[in-house]
C-alpha cells in the first residue's frame, strides 16, 4: 500500500518558519517528480511547489517565492518544505503529492499520489 505522510505542521506566528516532511512508503519516487499544494475551506486546491526527480529543478507559485524552499532526499523517499517568512494568508492544509510518471519534471496539476494534509496555521 503505498502512504505519502506529511509531518511538521502546526501554529506559528505570523513572520515564522515551519519545515513540512512528506515520507513516503509503499514504492519509491526517487524517479518520480514530487510536490505540494494547498487547500483552505471553500477553495480548490492550489499547487505550491514541485520538484523533479533528480532534485535539481525545482518550481514554486509566485506567492511563496523567495520565501518557501521545497528539497528531497531520495535515499528518504522523503521531500521537505521549508516555509520561511510565514503570513496568515499560508494558513491551509498542506498535501504532498507525488507524480506517477517516472523522470518528471513536475508533479502536474493532477499528481497520482496524495498524502492525507496537514494544517498550517499562521497566527498574526
Known amino acids: 500500500q503505498v502512504q505519502l505522510v506529511e509531518s511538521g505542521g502546526g501554529l506559528v506566528q505570523a513572520g515564522g518558519s515551519l519545515r513540512l516532511a512528506c515520507a513516503a512508503s509503499g514504492r519509491t519516487f526517487s524517479r518520480n517528480a514530487m510536490g505540494w499544494f494547498r487547500q483552505t475551506p471553500g477553495k480548490e486546491r492550489e499547487f505550491v511547489s514541485s520538484?523533479?526527480?533528480?532534485?535539481?529543478?525545482?518550481y514554486y507559485t509566485d506567492s511563496v517565492k523567495g520565501r518557501f524552499t521545497i528539497s528531497r532526499d531520495n535515499a528518504k523517499n522523503a521531500v521537505y518544505l521549508q516555509m520561511n517568512s510565514l503570513k496568515p494568508e499560508d494558513t491551509a492544509v498542506y498535501f504532498c503529492a507525488a507524480s506517477s510518471f517516472q523522470y518528471s519534471a513536475h508533479v502536474g496539476p493532477a499528481p497520482a499520489f496524495w498524502g492525507q494534509g496537514i494544517q498550517v496555521t499562521v497566527s498574526s
Open positions: 520538484i523533479n526527480w533528480s532534485g535539481d529543478s525545482t
